[in-house]
């Protein structure tokens, strides 16, 4: 079914949350994330990763699905028009700003380079990010977890800025190398001083460094698509996903 036209025409909040995201008219070219993407593929091919192309589409959240080059991005995030804007404010959600985008990105580009080569198969990985049984395997990705908030162990990046909970890098040895990754690759980070007194996060840091050195010439193992998280042909309305927990 086509999305429904109308034209120039404002929308009512009224409208807008009775329609079904894939038919709210968004998409990534000429918004801040086709801008935050170019930047990334850039940010990625100056610290070394030299064949990693990410397959982004919009999203009900920022997402890399598991052995895919496909990265998810917030449908929020692609809204320009003040109709929408408004009925995202007047339900107390607004898009990211540019610096949040570039952030969310950075953490999912962890994800990408870490299925792009299987490092989780790597027995110093392994070790590194205390990795037990299959790494894919998220029996618990769902459910709430507790971490110690002054870890000398794990970095702190996402939930600076409120973007993912608390602790996030302590919720499975995945994050703890995506956000691992977004701290090194962050050159606002300056991670050296950040973390010059926590000696196993340095070590972490630093052995992001070597893996990128190593593998980052090459070409991917993986290079599917996937499109799981897509909301391109989702008839959930943005009422539905604004209540959706």
């Known amino acids: 079914m086509p999305p429904i036209s ?4 404002p929308r009512s909040t009224g409208e807008l949350l009775a329609t079904p995201l894939r038919d709210l008219g968004l998409r990534v070219e000429g918004t801040q994330l086709e801008t935050c993407a170019q930047e990334l593929v850039a940010e990625l091919r100056k610290a070394g990763i030299a064949h990693l192309n990410p397959d982004f589409y919009l ?6 699905p598991s052995k895919s080059r496909s990265m998810s991005m917030l ?13 995202l404010a007047e339900n107390g959600e607004r898009p990211c700003t540019p610096r949040e985008v570039r952030m969310c990105m950075r953490h999912e580009s962890g994800h990408l380079f ?3 080569y299987e490092l989780f198969e790597l027995e110093e990985f392994r070790t590194t990010f205390e990795v037990e049984g299959d790494y894919l395997d998220y029996p618990h990705w769902t459910k709430p977890w507790k971490g110690d908030p002054e870890s000398p162990k794990h970095v702190k ?6 973007l993912a909970p608390a602790c996030y890098a302590q919720k499975h040895p995945d ?9 090194w690759l962050d050159p606002a980070t300056r991670w050296l001083e950040k973390y010059s007194d926590r000696p196993i996060v340095l070590g972490k840091l630093e052995y ?3 893996l990128v050195k190593e593998w980052g010439g090459r070409r991917p ?15 959930m309305t943005l009422r539905e996903y604004l209540n959706w927990e």
């Open 6 to 9: 109308t034209g120039d025409r």
């Open 59 to 64: 999203g009900f959240e920022y997402g890399v």
């Open 75 to 87: 449908f929020m995030d692609a809204a320009t028009k003040p109709d929408l804007l408004a009925a």
């Open 114 to 116: 870490c299925y792009a």
């Open 157 to 162: 990046y996402l939930e600076v800025e409120k």
């Open 175 to 183: 994050d703890d190398f995506a956000e691992t990754f977004a701290v």
């Open 208 to 210: 992001v460094g070597r």
């Open 221 to 235: 193992k993986i290079t599917r698509r996937s499109s799981r998280f897509s909301i391109a042909r989702s008839s």
